[in-house]
Each structure stands twice: as structure tokens, then as C-alpha cells.
Nanobody, 125 residues
Framework: QVQLVESGGGLVQAGGSLRLSCAAS????????MGWFRQAPGKERDFVAA????????YYADSVKGRFTISRDNAKNTVYLQMNSLKPEDTNVYCC??????????????????WGQGTQVNVSS
């Protein structure tokens, strides 16, 4: 069992930065690939970024590549999403998730087993 709690969301002007954190409980955190997804009201959930448990390899959606950076600190059971050069279209609820062991389609939300409640990010123009 893994419980995830996000923090770090808020209101920022376009061009600004935010760092989201996702704190996990559970001693097996280091064995999960972790992902960030975002979802606007009435829309489907979109993949943002993922980081593997085995070698720390990272993956990004094209829309955030070069602006967002995902990282993890297994000693602190925490995964981060550094968001720079934010745009109004980045406004969303951001959720972190832990992928089911043995799965590897990091951008498929159906392969993620545990989810946080999400944190709201608002980017003003």
C-alpha cells in the first residue's frame, strides 16, 4: 500500500516557476515508477512526466519537455516536479501516481495503481 500526498501548487504568473512535491508513505516507494499527470475539469487526464524506479530514467510529454523536470529522492520517499516557464495552458490539477509493478507504459494512467488527491496549479497571463 502506498499513500501519496501532493503539495506545492498555487497561483503564478506566466513565465514563473513552481515546484510540486509528492510525499509517499510505504517502505516500497523506491520500487515504483512514479508519474505526474494533470487534468482540467471535464477533460481527460494527461500524462506529464515519469521517472523509473530502477535507473531514474525520465520521460516527458512533448508539451512540457524542456520546461519541466521530474526527480525523486528515495531516501525521503518524495518525487518532485520542477515547472519552469509556466504558461496559462499549464493550469490544471496535478496528481502524482505510482505505477503497477511490472508495467512499463509510463504514459498510460491505467497502469498506475496509487494516486494522490492532486494539487491545483493556476497560471495567469
Amino acid at each position: 500500500q502506498v499513500q501519496l500526498v501532493e503539495s506545492g501548487g498555487g497561483l503564478v504568473q506566466a513565465g514563473g516557476s513552481l515546484r510540486l512535491s509528492c510525499a509517499a508513505s510505504g517502505r516500497t516507494f523506491s520500487r515504483y515508477t512514479m508519474g505526474w499527470f494533470r487534468q482540467a475539469p471535464g477533460k481527460e487526464r494527461d500524462f506529464v512526466a515519469a521517472i523509473t524506479w530502477s535507473d531514474g530514467r525520465t520521460y516527458y510529454a512533448d508539451s512540457v519537455k524542456g520546461r519541466f523536470t521530474i526527480s525523486r529522492d528515495n531516501a525521503k520517499n518524495t518525487v518532485y516536479l520542477q515547472m519552469n516557464s509556466l504558461k496559462p495552458e499549464d493550469t490544471n490539477v496535478y496528481c502524482c501516481a505510482a505505477q503497477l509493478p511490472g508495467y512499463s507504459n509510463y504514459d498510460n494512467d491505467n497502469e498506475y495503481r496509487y494516486w494522490g488527491q492532486g494539487t491545483q496549479v493556476n497560471v495567469s497571463s
